[in-house]
């Protein structure tokens, strides 16, 4: 019977637990290169006992990052920062994933904790968003992003593709594509975003045209034998609740198609009204319904901290794998001491000797 720490098999890749490290953003890059922080904080994470630790959002071209500290594998110069992190991972016993993105119309902000806000058009960093439509984010707000041409959308399509070449050259062995919220695949997948009149808008297999050609040139890059995963946010939490959520189903039946591997399953942020019910544990009936309406496999986060639960959620076979948060920033030993908690003997759960030593065999 699977548990949250027996290994979880996809394409040629073992994890060794079912405990995922979710894609969290440090906005500490520089020009997209990564740095010892980030050296740090994903050994940090990868000891700490995770099977799949799955890197931050990375920005496929300067103008699709969250803030200007984003990271990026825009250019071949940028492999050898991914390179140094992927190979720390790996060595220390996690799998090395990578979660690749372009902000959309949520481009060009301030991180988080300056407030999170666009950045003003005088801040010599700030940069002109683009969106499927020139629709902003904020209704008030006076950035408006630039409705993406043509070219523009084909040259996007190529950034994921070279991205995801850089990744794999880097060494990076799972890969997610961010088509969740509100960022840019998810924009254009939402009425609410994407009023496009041309065969990028308009019915769904117009609007989530733009994701589908994306998974296919990405697919066409990295190799068949790894894993392909998406994060999608699957439903928008407003009127519409059942209906963007049976739309995403049909989404992500096509990225079956095309040979996606699991669901990241998301949150769609689509719009600032969205009534979120926020509360532990609240997506994974949603990636339940879409592992068993889909047969893909799942993930899931957003909220869930306890092991017991976690355990529960995978030995019900409701998701494949479950994705930690700030259970892991809080503490990146998190798996060890689930596996305690849970009376797990030492022996199945992965800890270096010399802390699994002092931990276990000091009595006093
Ligand atoms: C960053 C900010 C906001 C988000 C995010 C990220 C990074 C990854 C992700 O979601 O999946 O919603």
């Known amino acids: 019977m699977p548990s949250l720490f027996s290994p979880f098999n996809l394409k040629r890749i073992t994890l060794r637990n079912r405990i995922a490290a979710s894609p969290m953003c440090q906005y500490q890059a520089q020009d997209g290169f990564l740095n010892e922080w980030h050296k740090t904080h994903y050994t ?13 959002a990375t920005a496929v071209s300067p103008e699709g990052r969250i803030t200007p500290g984003d990271a990026g594998l825009w250019s071949d110069a940028q492999v050898e920062g991914f390179a140094s992190v992927a190979q720390s991972i790996k060595s220390n016993g996690a799998v090395p994933g990578i979660q690749l993105g372009h902000a959309g119309r949520k481009a060009g902000c301030t991180p988080p904790w300056e407030g999170g806000a666009p950045l003003a058009k005088t801040d010599p ?28 959308i084909q040259r996007t399509q190529q950034n994921f593709a070279d991205a995801a070449r850089r990744a794999y050259e880097a060494g990076f062995e799972w890969l997610e594509l961010h088509f969740a919220h509100g960022f840019l695949g998810q924009s254009f997948l939402s009425q609410h975003s994407n009023r496009r009149t041309d065969h990028y808008g308009g019915s769904l297999e117009n609007r989530a045209r733009f994701l ?8 066409n890059v990295w190799p068949n034998d790894l894993p392909l995963t998406i994060r999608l946010g699957v439903t928008e939490f407003d009127n519409g609740t059942e209906h963007s959520f049976s739309e995403a189903l049909q989404v992500l039946r096509w990225f079956k198609s095309l040979g ?9 942020l689509s719009t600032p009204d969205e009534q979120v019910p926020w509360g532990p544990n609240f997506m994974v009936p ?19 901290t306890r092991a017991k ?56």
């Not at 683009?130 to 630039?146: Q, R, T």
């Not at 996606?260 to 769609?268: E, N, S, Y």
């Not at 030995?315 to 689930?338: G, I, K, S, Y």
């Open 260 to 268: 996606v591997d699991l669901v990241d399953v998301g949150l769609a």
């Open 309 to 364: 639960d976690a355990d529960a959620f995978i030995r019900d076979e409701q998701v494949d794998v479950v994705f930690f948060a700030r259970t892991l920033l809080a503490n990146p030993h998190w798996p060890f001491q689930a596996a305690r908690d849970m009376g797990i003997e030492q022996s199945e759960v992965v800890l270096p000797t010399p802390y699994a030593f002092w931990l276990q065999n000091w009595t006093c």
């Open 44 to 56: 940090m994470l990868a000891r700490g006992g995770v099977g799949l630790l799955v890197v931050e």
């Open 125 to 152: 960093q700030a940069w002109q968003p683009v969106a499927p439509s020139a629709l902003s984010y904020m209704p008030e707000s006076p950035h408006l992003p630039i409705a993406m041409t043509l070219t523009d």
């Open 286 to 304: 949603y990636a339940e319904r879409v592992r068993a309406e889909t047969g893909l496999a799942v993930g899931t986060s957003w909220m869930i």
């Open 212 to 219: 589908v050609e994306t998974v296919t040139a990405v697919r």
